[in-house]
């Protein structure tokens, strides 16, 4: 019963802090560490986080829905960026930040100080997507952020590894790692792919023979990221990575149209309370975490000669610094590279200011996964002796993810405020050239249906006169798609209008049907039955 009442003070916590959150205007993921200390200070009892635990539990389905939902043309657009943030910078960061903290710890091993600046050294999609829920980041900038943050992950554990490897060992060698590092990253995105395409194809076959049953379809899509993770885990492939192709699979699963709308609209519903809860519970977590590493921390720095507990804020103060000081200089480079192989293609230069560096260097905020990670640490070395400055490696570990949100909280609006960006690419023609296709498709769709239903039928006209009516509304869309840009414009804009219009006759039907369904004017099941039908309406004109 104690484990059932924390998961249940757990997601009151993520409950209350959506509310606080918007009461202080403080960022959303800062609350709910906070909410999270005070738990592990109250009489609740508390998690004893085990890592594994952890990772299956949380970062499968999350990892599964960024990968699912990004703009995948963003990603292929920008992939050159993104391997060198995602590849280039973890390994920048792990060489420079290791030698860093080896030389400001000299209590700490050097394998060691490599494996804490390894697990520092990946940036966050969930850290990542909660910031920019509060702060408007540019989609572009937020795209590449996000696809460096589901690639790096891997890239940083495995060096981790190593290093804890060369740690219990003594040796250590790049051969080794290199065709390591590959199996673990290849391994793992090839898994993620045939499991949601094996699972695809058997789907789609029950539901040709047998029909489609929405809530099978739902709970299928939750079990897809975990069959994914933990099938690579089993082959010692990455199993993030795993979770991460899983998804971008089934972005292109869903461009096949074989699910039905009612399935996509409840999934949806369902996956979005689960982004919520989880992203939730793991910065509460973090926070009911802090009380006990701290405790450890603060035992374990008089290894280092100094016996004032406040110098481990000055250790996290140092190694944040570095890590945005090697964000920065790599960001810098990787840009000016771009902008080489730009004008040798003959493409005009923008200029690009450094407030927009400085903006996707503290972007690069650490998270879950970095906190997951350390925890990882062996509790002993292969000889039964102590596994050394372990404590202390994650109180720095966790210090870093505070200050990393921290800082791009408060840093990222100051530098993103009235900064002039390169205009997003929007085509306008061709978006009106796609509706104006698919209206042609579905006129033609709906003669043919009216042929078919009216053959030989005695009411033939009736149904003449319902098609025309059907197609009245994809004629308008043609007539305005079809025009001058200046009567295309004019068009839109009636178009907001008329959305305006009807969704203040929508909500206004809404409210009537409440009100008769209370005075028992209407049975409770009809009533339910429309009003959902009017929110799927208003859904389309608001979403």
């Known amino acids: 019963m104690d484990s059932v009442a924390t998961i249940l003070f757990l ?65 292929v657009r920008d992939r050159a960026v993104v391997l060198e943030l995602a590849l280039g910078l973890v390994l920048f960061t792990v060489v420079g930040v290791g030698f860093l903290v080896s030389w400001l710890i000299p209590a700490m091993p050097l394998p060691v100080a490599f494996a804490l600046a390894a697990v520092v050294s990946p940036t966050d999609p969930i850290a990542v997507s909660a910031i920019a829920a509060r702060v408007p980041i540019p989609k572009r900038l937020m795209h590449i952020l996000e696809g460096e943050s589901l690639l790096n992950d891997a890239s940083g554990l495995v060096c981790m590894r190593f290093a804890v490897a060369a740690m219990l060992t003594g040796t250590f060698s790049i051969q080794a790692a290199f065709v390591t590092f590959l199996w673990v990253a290849l391994g793992g995105v090839a898994i993620g792919i045939c499991v949601t395409w094996a699972i695809s194809k058997g789907k789609q076959w029950v539901t040709t023979h047998l029909g489609e049953d929405t809530s099978s379809q739902i709970l299928i899509s939750l079990l897809i990221p975990f069959g994914a993770y933990l099938l690579a885990e089993h082959f010692h492939c990455s199993g993030i990575l795993a979770a991460v192709a899983a998804g971008m699979t089934m972005s292109l699963v869903e461009e096949t149209g074989q699910a039905l709308a009612v399935t996509r609209v409840r999934r949806a519903a369902v996956w979005d309370m689960v982004q919520f809860a989880a992203n939730g519970v793991i910065f509460v977590l973090l926070g009911e975490q802090m009380p006990g590493i701290l405790a450890g921390a603060v035992e374990t720095v ?50 690009v200011s450094w407030r927009l560096i400085a903006a996707m260097s503290l972007a690069g905020v650490r998270g879950a996964i970095t906190l997951a990670g350390v925890l990882t ?40 405020r009235n900064l002039e960006l390169p205009p997003e690419a929007f085509d306008q023609v061709q978006v009106d050239r796609a509706r104006a296709s698919a209206a042609e498709t579905a006129i033609k769709a709906i003669e043919r249906t009216q042929h078919a239903m009216s053959s030989g039928r005695s009411d033939a006209d009736l149904y003449a006169d319902a098609s025309a009516r059907v197609m009245e509304l994809y004629r308008r869309r043609l007539d305005g798609r079809l025009q001058s840009p200046e009567a295309a414009s004019l068009g839109r804009s009636i178009e907001a209008i008329e959305r305006k219009l009807r969704v203040a006759g929508l909500r206004a039907e809404r409210t009537e049907l409440y009100r008769l369904s209370r005075n028992r004017e209407l049975d409770g099941e009809t009533a339910r039955k429309f009003i959902r039908e009017i929110d799927l309406l208003e859904a389309r004109y608001t979403g």
Do not use: M, N
Not at 334 to 342: E, G, I, V
């Open 302 to 351: 008089k290894l280092t000669g100094h016996h004032e507990p406040w110098w481990l804020a000055i250790y996290v103060l140092v190694i944040s610094g570095a890590l945005a000081a090697l964000r920065f200089a790599w960001v810098w480079i990787s840009l000016k590279l771009t902008l080489f192989r730009a004008k040798q293609k003959g493409q005009p230069l923008r200029t």
């Open 377 to 416: 640490l062996p509790l002993a070395l292969a000889d039964g002796s102590a596994f050394p400055a372990r404590d202390l490696a994650i109180f720095l570990a966790a210090g870093v993810i505070f200050v990393s949100l921290v800082a791009a909280s408060i840093g990222l609006p100051s530098l993103l």
């Open 11 to 75: 997601l009151l916590a993520v409950v209350i802090s959506s509310s606080l959150a918007r009461l202080t205007t403080l960022p959303l993921p800062l609350v709910q560490i906070a909410l999270g200390a005070l738990v592990a200070l109250s009489v609740v009892p508390t998690v004893e986080l085990e890592p594994q635990l952890f990772f299956v539990l949380f970062l499968p389905p999350l990892l599964f829905l960024d990968g699912w939902r990004i703009p995948k043309e963003d990603i």
